[in-house]
């Protein structure tokens, strides 16, 4: 790989190293991270709500400041580099937003406009496309202010499409939107990602990018804490072994000996990381022990159960 | 959604990129931003509230006239309308109508012309904030620096517009209402209808070149909010603020310091020989503004995290 001066590789689309922001108020929204995503993935940013996604995708888009730590996007320094390489990077950041007395076709014109790179020439033919690959060619004449919240939201994406792309960023596309929508936009990044395009795709929910990620990128409270490909993910998923028995105390001293890691008691049940062991083996050693086994299960957590326990459960988490 | 499926063109950018284009790579910039600028100003003046803005604008010189002349059918030369003001012009309406756009200048500069300038360049940042659409515009990238350039390049295109308005349909009612023909100047000076009107010119481009700076002034304070009507509000107290401190003889010494003090000094360019010291005094103050206040503007708007 090769490696630029300040240590981040190449072959990444977008790279961090220690990027934090801390907030008038001296809250830490964004805390060290360390982005690496590769060229050609679709990286899925997971998160549950106010844990630093956003505040992190304005950073990478020159938008804020970072108080500490680099980024590079596309290989170009953030935020020194934004008018540079943003051109290139398609975003959709915290919801569509748009003139509500404008017409659809009228706002992307506008935005085209600001354009520096991209030809005034070619502007109807290109808008045309886009609206037209996101469906909304047909609405292009109404004013935004009257658009459905799936319109609008398409209306974000043809605007990031409106010239060609090495990476575009989506921050939570599926938000507010119906089943129907979602599997729109899903169908619309799996398209963009064909085209050997990279995405970056936020959400705080893990189901939504979880089909058509292969990198994912997990975040709590303003850290990264997890970072890798989405099989390795799912490989941290270590299947549990779960002992239902009125002697909790003689089955975890059983289930210690055959040295079963992460082990923990509840009132009538012991459960413990299954590791290589054959789970008849287990059986064989409760009842040699004298343990009343009722039931004795092997679960695998879901891609779910891993996600929730990398960020906690819900809103009082985040508030500590 | 339909044509998802057959997607199959190839979206990427160029393997070159977009950033070398070696041959008249200034050229080109400078038409994009003319494209830019031609599409600020077209969402400026196609807005129908703007719109509505310059109409009521065009409006008072009308209502004025009118008011006027029913006021005073004769028009005695003694000093009708407000003589608070103490404007000399007044006087001089009932020989002719050209003096109308002086009356409706000086009146509307009080409080409407700001208010026509201050909304669009109040609104200019903050209200691209409380869209959201700012962040959209720097993630384009329309860049900082360009889209300040092109935000005041507008509101000195608005400001222009808005006086000329208030001038050029002023001279209608004046001239239908009071007649023209020779203008006799304030120093007692008679000049032809041709050489009225470019003094009316004159004038006319020294109360845009305060309003420009105004503008300004409005411009600096829309970088530090996402609230346009803050933003509006704020730049009209200022407005309002300066008018008061004006009429206290207690802050003579701050006077010249005063944003407000010398929009209303286009007298001497009623008279013969002009008087250029004042013009000049004027034109300086409004300049000084205009660059403290883009300057303000410039290093706020292009340090500042865009959160909204
Ligand atoms: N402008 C701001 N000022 C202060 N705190 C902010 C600001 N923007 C976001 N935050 C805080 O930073 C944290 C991260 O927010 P955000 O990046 O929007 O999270 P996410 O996108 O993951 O929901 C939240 O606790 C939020 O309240
Ligand atoms: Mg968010």
């Not at chain 1, 990476?167 to 599997?183: M, Y």
């Amino acid at each position: 790989m090769t490696m630029t001066p300040d240590g981040h590789s190449a072959e990444l689309a977008i790279a961090s190293s220690a990027l934090t922001k801390r907030f008038r108020g001296g809250q830490v929204a964004v805390d060290h991270v360390d982005l690496a995503v590769p060229r050609g993935s679709v990286y899925g940013f997971l998160g549950p709500n106010g844990s630093g996604k956003t505040t992190t995708i304005r950073m990478l888009l020159g938008l804020a400041y970072p108080t500490s730590g680099t980024a590079r996007v596309l290989g170009v320094p953030m935020p020194e580099g934004t008018t540079r390489v943003l051109s290139r990077v398609g975003s959709l950041v915290e919801g569509p937003a748009f003139y509500p007395y404008l017409s659809g076709w009228d706002n992307l014109v506008r935005y085209d406009a600001a354009d520096a790179s991209a030809p005034g020439k070619t502007a109807k033919a290109r808008i045309s496309e886009a609206m037209e690959r996101v469906g909304l060619l047909a609405a292009a004449g109404k004013k935004f202010r009257n658009y459905s919240l799936g319109m609008k939201q398409r209306l974000a994406i043809a605007s990031a499409l409106l010239v060609p792309r090495d990476l575009i960023v989506l921050d939570e596309p599926t938000n507010g939107l119906d089943p129907q929508g979602t599997r729109e936009v899903r169908t619309l990044v799996r398209q963009i990602a064909a085209d050997g395009i990279t995405v970056f795709v936020s959400s705080h929910l893990l189901a939504e990018v979880e089909q058509v990620s292969t990198h994912v990128g997990v975040m709590r409270l303003g850290r990264l804490v997890f970072q890798g490909e989405l099989t390795a993910l799912r490989r941290t998923a270590a299947p549990r072994v779960a002992v239902r028995t009125a002697d909790t105390a003689t089955a975890a001293e059983v289930l210690a000996k055959l040295g079963l890691a992460g082990p923990q008691a509840g009132a009538d049940l012991v459960t413990a990381e299954l590791g290589d062991i054959a789970p008849e083996k287990i059986t064989a050693e409760l009842v040699h022990a004298g343990v009343g086994v009722r039931a004795l299960t092997v679960e695998a957590p879901s891609l779910e159960d891993l996600f929730v326990g990398l960020t906690g459960e819900g809103f009082d988490v985040e508030a500590g | 959604m339909s044509r998802l499926a057959e997607g199959a063109t190839d979206l990427r950018a160029p393997a070159t990129g977009t950033a070398a284009m070696p041959e008249a790579t200034a050229a080109v910039a400078v038409r994009a931003t003319l494209r830019f600028f031609a599409s600020e100003l077209r969402v400026t003046f196609f807005r129908r509230r703007n719109q509505l803005l310059l109409l009521v604008a065009a409006l008072f010189p009308l209502v004025i006239g009118i008011g006027l002349k029913a006021a005073d059918p004769h028009g005695g030369g003694g000093g009708r309308g407000p003589g608070a003001s103490g404007a000399a012009y007044f006087s001089q309406l009932a020989g002719n109508g050209v003096f109308l756009t002086f009356v409706a200048l000086s009146l509307l500069l009080i409080l409407v012309l700001p208010v026509v300038v201050g909304v669009v360049a109040g609104d200019s940042i903050a209200g691209e904030a409380g869209y959201g659409t700012l962040r959209y515009l720097l993630a384009v990238p329309a860049g900082r620096t360009r889209l300040l350039a092109v935000k005041y390049a507008t509101i000195v295109v608005w400001s222009v517009t808005a006086t000329f308005v208030v001038s050029v349909i002023a001279l209608l009612p004046g001239v239908v209402l009071f007649g023209a023909g020779p203008v006799t100047l304030l120093s007692g000076t008679t000049v032809s209808l041709a050489d009225g009107l470019l003094h009316v010119l004159w004038v006319t481009l020294y109360v845009c070149a305060a309003m420009a700076a105004f503008g300004a002034i409005a411009l600096a304070i829309s970088t530090f909010t996402e609230h346009a009507i803050g933003a509006i509000a704020a730049s009209l107290i200022i407005v309002v603020a300066s008018e008061v401190i004006e009429n206290v003889p207690q802050f003579a010494p701050v006077n010249p310091y005063l944003p407000t003090n010398w929009w209303l000094d286009f007298d001497s360019l009623l008279r013969t020989p002009v008087d250029t010291t004042t013009l000049w005094h004027g034109l300086l103050s409004f300049a000084v503004y205009a660059v403290l206040f883009v300057s303000i503007a410039w290093a706020r708007f292009t340090s500042a995290d865009v959160t909204s």
